[in-house]
């Protein structure tokens, strides 16, 4: 049975909480991995998904910590105490970061087994690459946070066809959600036949569903951002936080008050004439 959205996070907080500060490479790295893929992601034979030390042939034979076949991720995983971005010496007296050991076993790869994804993790770390950008960063998960980001690890169990199946049933989902808010956001307009309290009724919720959808998707920086945010203020003083954080956002770093409270402060600036 497919787990629901609020199952995976619970699982995610648990598994996360179960390895803090834990993190042996040779001892724990397949347990590690096997319990994330059956426990958080719900796959029942993971055994079947990811394999474990994998041979490839360099100027001497070497071992793939761990792949998925089905979304061609390759996994270098280092222990606890091990920086992810310095050089670590190799059994050939190189020194290679996580990162470009993982991309000397892929080079080495037949071109149909190289891998989208190379992700580097020292147990309370994963630093993913997306190899659609070789020379961009990654982007970074700590596992205490794996609670509330655990979709950003979605592309170890999802291919593209998974994704974009999921992604049609969320934008119907979120489709409903919006006509519901629609309607009750239109309720509160002092005169909610005035052409002019209608457009502004719809670019209030573009504005929002781009709110929503930047904090999923990581722009704002965290996940929960935006929730966090109005969170704070009651019912009475919404319209002035929201207000507040459209200004923000169409403001320029640069140009921002130096005073702004840490909160709002904290968001990016969203150019493109949205705010």
Partial sequence: ???????????????????AGKGYEKGESQTFWLELLTEVFGVKEPSTLITFESQVKLDHTSFIDGYIDKTHTMIEQKSID??????????DGSSLTPFQQA??????????KRPRW???CNFSTFLVYDMEHPDGDPFEIKL??????????????ETGADHLERE?????????????????????????????????LNVLCVRLVF?????DAGIFGKHDMFYDYLDRYDTMDMRGALIRLFQVLNTPLDKRDPY???DLAAFPYASGGLF
């Avoid at 205490?144 to 169990?157: D, I, P, Q």
């Avoid at 049609?168 to 002019?196: F, H, R």
């Avoid at 709110?211 to 904090?215: A, G, M």
């Fill in 118 to 120: 190379i992700v580097t």
């Fill in 103 to 112: 991309q000397r076993y892929s080079a080495a790869l037949p071109y149909s």
């Fill in 82 to 91: 091990k920086d992810l971005l310095a050089p670590i010496k190799q059994s």
């Fill in 260 to 262: 702004l409270q840490d």
């Fill in 1 to 19: 049975m497919n787990k629901s959205e609020k199952q995976i996070a619970i699982a995610a907080g648990r598994f996360a909480k179960r390895w």
């Fill in 168 to 200: 049609m049933q969320v934008s119907i989902q979120a489709g409903a959600i919006v006509g519901k808010l629609y309607d009750a956001l239109l309720k509160e307009y002092k005169d909610p036949t005035n052409p002019e309290s209608l457009r502004s």
């Fill in 211 to 215: 709110c929503l959808y930047s904090e």
């Fill in 144 to 157: 205490a946070n794996l609670g509330k980001e655990y979709y950003r690890l979605r592309f170890l169990v």
